[in-house]
């Protein structure tokens, strides 16, 4: 199977490193014009991409402002992928320990974004009577978090529900909205930090506790991404693809 996305114009957030990186090359090769927003407007210099969108998404009117550029630079976005979010430097730390500004920034990365994106995409879209959003959650939006970062598995929790909600809300007009939920990927500093983290004990616990016996890539990610992108899958929604190599 050979996803053609040719000419749909696709917003990625969070697209500076890491899984969204990843994204936006999956659909420029696919053939999609690609539109990249993160709030590391440095990091989106080097994207071969067809605009590049500097935002701060955890607001409405950065967001609502990074959906709006998008729309004039190529007329309308056929697709949203949510893939800002991350654990903003945290690493995990006793309930006692947590302060409100550490709680409050993780959901505005990863929660708030999505659903200011989605609210600014959603009517273009509507209008259109087609459209894609995938959000890109996590395994910790499952179940407990390896980070032991208590905001960041409440917040994929909540990201969960959110793409669920969503699907519900816009399926009739023609809009699908799934998630894909990785597993342990090493893609950026911060993901690589919490690995040496753990330790080579913890390390060989999550090696071991996967079927297929090593961590993903966000390659791994993007295809599964892609693919919900695609008109191979308009009649999936409301799906959240566990990307994770298995769990034992």
């Known amino acids: 199977m050979r996803v053609d996305l040719d000419g749909q114009v696709f917003a990625v957030t969070g697209a500076a490193q890491g899984i969204g990186r990843a994204i936006c090359d999956g659909l420029r090769d696919a053939g999609a014009i690609v539109a ?3 709030i590391d407007e440095a990091g989106l ?5 067809a605009s590049r969108h500097a935002a701060d998404l955890g607001d409405r009117a950065g967001a609502a402002g990074a959906i709006a550029a998008v729309q004039d630079a190529h007329g ?16 995990g730390r006793p309930i006692d320990d947590i302060r409100p500004d550490d709680w409050h ?3 505005a990365a990863n929660v708030d974004a999505a659903m200011w994106c989605a609210q600014a995409a959603a009517p273009d879209m509507k209008a259109r009577g087609a459209g894609r959003i995938v959000t890109i959650s996590s395994g910790a939006g ?9 905001a960041y598995a409440a917040a994929k929790h909540a990201l969960v529900g959110l793409t669920k909600q969503l699907a519900l809300e816009l399926g009739p007009a023609g809009i699908t909205v799934n998630s894909v939920a990785p597993g342990f990927v090493i893609s950026n500093p911060a993901t690589a930090r919490q690995w040496e983290a753990f330790g080579p004990d913890r390390q060989k616990q999550v090696i071991e506790g996967t079927h297929m016996r090593r961590l993903g890539t966000p390659e791994d990610i993007a295809h599964a991404t892609v693919f919900l992108c695609s008109d191979q899958a308009g009649w999936i929604t409301g799906q959240i693809l566990s990307v994770d190599g298995g769990r034992a």
């Open 36 to 38: 990249a927003i993160d």
């Open 45 to 49: 210099n080097d994207l071969d991409v």
């Open 76 to 91: 309308r976005i056929d697709g949203l992928v949510c893939a800002a979010g991350g654990v903003r430097g945290q690493v």
């Open 105 to 107: 920034a993780v959901f």
């Open 142 to 150: 499952l179940r407990p978090s390896l980070t032991g970062i208590q």
